[in-house]
């Protein structure tokens, strides 16, 4: 295990929307090189970066259509090159985003796949054997697009055909075994990807629909997590110090697979959807029944999150690490439901609890949710993909175009936050996020590691200890307090706490830490 994924706070960057450097209105790789130091000063010292690569953008970059190519809209490969020496030099790691089940219908290998005449790509993807595919079970085809007699299956979008890692017991004879030679030549082609980008430079990669590599796998994954055990097996003699982070949100599973770190994600209703997006939304899409652990006028109950997320941790804690998100390039922005308030607490409790926290572009100032038209196949996602607001200038200081030539507008409603306005207020969700950051990373106790115990958590202050922290949290809105039998010294507060004859209490909407 890299040492420095222990010790990581990774930054995620949506790089379309991050900072435009050449005025046509998109953000770019020199961009994010010109933020570095604003990043390090936050307390980030690693990034995710979501795919950078040629792409038609059918699903802002999630259809690659040249892995080993930068998209020109970014910049090119040498700024890429540069960006990992810059922030080497600053002690920032940078994961890319691999992208491994589909490519774009664009990309080389689909366009000789396609083909009527058999050549190296025939099996690249999943082909049925007549264009005929009706009432095959759980999978979804697409017909009438090639000269080549069968139908593809797709992974995601239409404009992604799912690559072709084999089937676990296969029931048709167009359904490839997973140790068939074309199967083994789609895993060994993704890892010449691994191989030609940690070359350059980069530390490692985000894995996009990780477990969705081998078809009809069983309950377990079994059969692609063999898949990634062997790429594992790759980074281990080669790249030690490079990192596989996975989105599967089953970190028992993805770490049997080699994965280094998985992430805790919504879709599955569970544990940390408890925490900050337990709502559903009316027909004018308004949220209603918000019943997240950190509004303040909820139901607040963390057995809901902890039932989920404590067997998880117990089972992986000494394999590799859990992610918590503050929220992805696919969720709703926090911002559109928690107060100023609210975001302190629940970015409080995700930067303190074991694993690698990932903190997304803008929710250290709680940039909004914006109702705004789908682009690049984002439909609803795209109201939380809009510019960084840098200034309270010229689309907030995000780029030098014209209004309309921006990727997607600026929030430049009244209330909008920008980071020129919370860098000079002292109490601001910034300068908050920024000393829970410097308590995470000048406190050895609140890494990565797994020290975590829970002392109360059947109702409110939830109190947890890591090593020789005492850490309580009450987003409800009164006074709460349990007995804990110990005793020692507030070193950090919002709102107030007290830690006193054994007794920890909080007032309403406070979080406290103490040195016991
Ligand atoms: C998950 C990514 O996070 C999402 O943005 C993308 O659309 C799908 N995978 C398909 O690649």
Redesign the pocket.
Known sequence: MPQWLEDAVFYEIYPQSFYDTNGDGIGDIKGIIQKLDYIRELGCNALWINPCFDSPFK??G?DVRDYKKVAPRYGTNEDLVLLFKETHKKGVHVLLDL?PG?TSEEHAWFTESKKAEPNEYRNRYIWTDNWITWGVEGMRFIAGEAERNGSYVIN?FKC?PALNFGFLNPTAPWQLPVDHPDSIATREALKDIIRFWLDRGADGFRV??ADSLVKNDDGQKSATSAVWRNIRAMLDADYPEAVLVS?WSNPPQALHAGFHADFLLDHDGRGYKTLLRDYTLDGEGRPVNDNSFFKKDANADIRRFLDNYLPWYEETKNTGFISLITG???TCRLGFTLTRTELALAYAVLFTLPGVPFLYYGDEIGMRYLNVKSRE?GYTRTGSRTPMPWTEGKNKGFSAAPPDKLYLPVDAEEGAPSVEAQEKEPDSLLNTVKALLRLRNTEGDLRGKPNLEILHADSLPFIYRRGSLLLAVNPGGNRAAARVSLSGETIYAIGQGSLENGLCALEGQSFAVWRI
């Open positions: 699903d802002a999630y992208v589909h995601f992604q996009d629909m989105e992805n390039h696919d196949g």
